[in-house]
Every structure is written in C-alpha cells, then in structure tokens.
C-alpha cells in the first residue's frame, strides 16, 4: 500500500445499532479494499484467572480492553503489513487459541462501544461517528437479541445492564459523544446521516458513491 488507510471510528451504547451503521458503510463500499475490526476481538487475555473469577469480569469498563495491542494492529495495517486479530471466546471469558488474518485495506472500520475513549486511538481516525440512541430502545432492543440469540433469561439480562450496562454507559462511553465529528441518532435508520458519512468517505477514496450503491436503496 503506498497510502495510509482511512479509519473510522464507530461507537455508541450496548444494542444502539453502531454494528448496523458500519455494515451499512461496508455494503456501500462492496467493490472498494475496506474492512471492519471490533474492538471486542481485543478483550484481554483471561487465561490466568480461574472461571470464576472471570464470570466477575465487566466487559463495559475500559480496563477490559486490551487497546494498547489494537493500536499497534492498527499500526501495522497502516504500515502496509497484515495482523493476526485476536478471537475471543465468550463461553471461556477469555481469549480463545485462535485468531483470525487481515490484510491491509483503502478503509478500516474501528467499531466498539469504547473506540473513542483512548486518545491514542482517536487521534489515528479520520472520521469519529457516534451512534445515539436512546436508553429505552437499547435495553429493550437488548432483551431481545440475548433471549433470543444468547439464550439468556429476562432477569439476568435486566440484572447486567442496571449493574454493569447502563452505568458504564453514562460514565465512559456517552462522554466520548464530544469527540465524535458526527453523530447519528438512532442507527442505521437514519438514512441521511449514513448517506453523508458514506458520501464524505467516497471524496476521499476520489471514487463515484452511486456506483457502489445497492438497488433497493
């Protein structure tokens, strides 16, 4: 690669659609080198603690992350040299064996609920989006996507957002909304706010945005 890549920061609340909107930004940009790393593949190894102590693990807190070892990947990829991403195992609460290859690409979609926490990563992204959404419609959207993709119960998914969830999100995560250069309220919904982040990433890459968009759009 003789240029660096364009990265973007995507971030926003547990369940606020922040993976929709950067799928949305993916699919329009189908034909283009443009990839997407979640923050989540870098949650830190837990091998050294006994299960039990990691069922104690607050997966919303920064101290869960390990972003130091995400900004020297993403260093690498802007210096034209492919990582091996890490690949976490939920069932385990640690790191699994496994990881997964990336190459270099034009465009590299940073997405988590904490990417702009970290001065040192913000200050690598070209676009910083955050995805607002109210406190209402994210638990609820949550309830139904852990019942019925994660098998969890209604108490112990009430039980972890009032605990952990929500908290986290009013202490770390809605504050980093003043470092975002956009913010879309409601996700992928929000069509106009999509179009514009996906035609501001078009002038960049020096390409014509129709020509990626689908049909049905």
């Not at 990265?7 to 993916?26: C, D, E, F, P, Y």
């Not at 690409?105 to 702009?116: A, M």
């Not at 990563?121 to 949550?142: A, E, G, N």
Request: overall charge negative; charged content about 35%; hydrophobic content about 35%.
């Amino acid at each position: 690669m003789s240029k660096k890549p364009i990265i973007i920061g995507v971030t926003g609340g547990s369940a606020s659609g922040k993976t929709s909107v950067s799928r949305a930004i993916l699919d329009n940009f189908k034909n283009e080198k443009i990839a997407m790393i979640e923050h989540d593949s870098y949650y830190k190894d837990q091998s050294h603690l006994d299960f039990s102590e990691r069922l104690k693990t607050n997966y919303d807190h920064p101290f869960a992350f390990d972003t130091d070892f995400l900004i020297e990947q993403l260093k690498e990829l802007s210096e034209g040299r492919a990582v091996d991403i890490p690949i976490y195992d939920y069932e385990k609460h640690t790191r699994s064996d496994k990881t997964y290859r990336q190459d270099p690409q034009d465009v590299i979609i940073v997405e988590g609920i904490l990417v702009l926490d970290d001065k040192r990563l913000r200050d690598m992204m070209d676009i910083k989006i955050f995805v607002d959404t109210d406190d209402d419609v994210r638990i609820l959207r949550r309830i139904k996507r852990d019942m019925d993709e994660r098998g969890r119960t209604l108490d112990s998914v009430v039980s972890q957002y009032l605990s952990a969830v929500k908290p986290m999100y009013h202490q770390f995560i809605e504050p980093t909304k003043r470092y975002a250069d956009v913010i879309i309220p409601e996700g992928v919904s929000n069509t106009v706010g999509v179009d514009i982040i996906n035609t501001k990433i078009a002038s960049i890459l020096d390409i014509d945005n129709h020509s990626d968009e689908k049909e049905n759009v």
